[in-house]
């Protein structure tokens, strides 16, 4: 099955707080999975990215969580601030040739 | 400075008209890609150029035209579109894809309106 499930579609934050958005998947041939932030009127751009066989990767106040077992990850952006403020889509890539398969996004506000 | 510039920013053309979207990446990246953003959608990719040719075509109508005449240059034929095919045009680059994890770099689209 080549999807990514994203949730939720919107999210609303205030600043300080946690973000997390989610992903799931179905196809076991995925073997990366990166997170792309885009801003209004850019294109999206790489944010942090994962490989199967580490269950946590964090840089700065962006933390993915993988769980292989469960075909699911999240991204967490602790401390949100205004500037977060963007659309996030989770993606996987497909080791069969390289395809990259992404979630439908999800619209971050976050509030002063 | 994004390495990938898409041009034009805006197009807005009837459904009769031809028209040509161009992407061109200063990143050394040896694949480009045609993406399509419509509103709360996923990205759906559309084509694949992987050293000058073609390795994907995502079930595309072929009103959609893509030429790469080498690997720093991408464009999009348009012709006789419809008012469904309004939407974000996304162009990236990358490396070999069949090659480790290489990222996308995504240029900052075309924002096309069919009337």
């Known amino acids: 099955q080549q999807q990514v499930k994203q949730s939720p579609q919107s999210l609303i934050v205030q600043k300080g707080g946690i973000s997390i958005i989610n992903c799931a998947y179905e196809?076991?041939?995925?073997?990366?999975f990166p997170w792309y932030q885009q801003f209004p009127g850019k294109g999206p751009a790489l944010l942090i990215a994962i490989r199967p066989d580490v269950s946590e990767k964090k840089e700065g106040r962006f933390t993915i969580s993988f769980n292989k077992s469960a075909k699911q990850f999240s991204l967490h952006i602790m401390d949100s601030q205004p500037g977060d403020s963007a659309t996030y889509f989770c993606?996987?890539?497909?080791?069969?040739?390289?395809?990259?398969?992404f979630g439908q996004g999800t619209e971050l506000s976050v509030k002063p | 400075e994004t390495g990938v510039t898409q041009t034009p920013r805006h197009l807005v053309m009837g459904m009769t008209n031809k028209k040509s979207l161009k992407c061109e990446q200063h990143?050394?990246?040896?694949?480009m890609y045609w993406y399509k953003q419509s509103a709360k959608k996923p990205l759906e990719l559309m084509f694949v150029y992987n050293f000058k040719e073609q390795t994907e075509n995502n079930s595309v109508p072929s009103r959609f035209s893509p030429e790469c005449p080498n690997s720093s240059h991408l464009f999009l034929h348009l012709h006789t579109l419809q008012p469904e095919d309004s939407a974000l045009y996304l162009c990236?680059?990358?490396?070999?894809?069949?090659?480790?994890?290489?990222?996308?770099?995504f240029g900052n689209g075309t924002r096309l309106t069919v009337t």
């Open positions: 993606a996987a890539r497909d080791n069969q040739g390289g395809k990259l398969i």
């Open positions: 990236a680059s990358s490396q070999d894809p069949r090659q480790g994890n290489s990222p996308l770099h």
């Open positions: 196809n076991t041939a995925f073997d990366y």
């Open positions: 990143l050394g990246h040896n694949a």
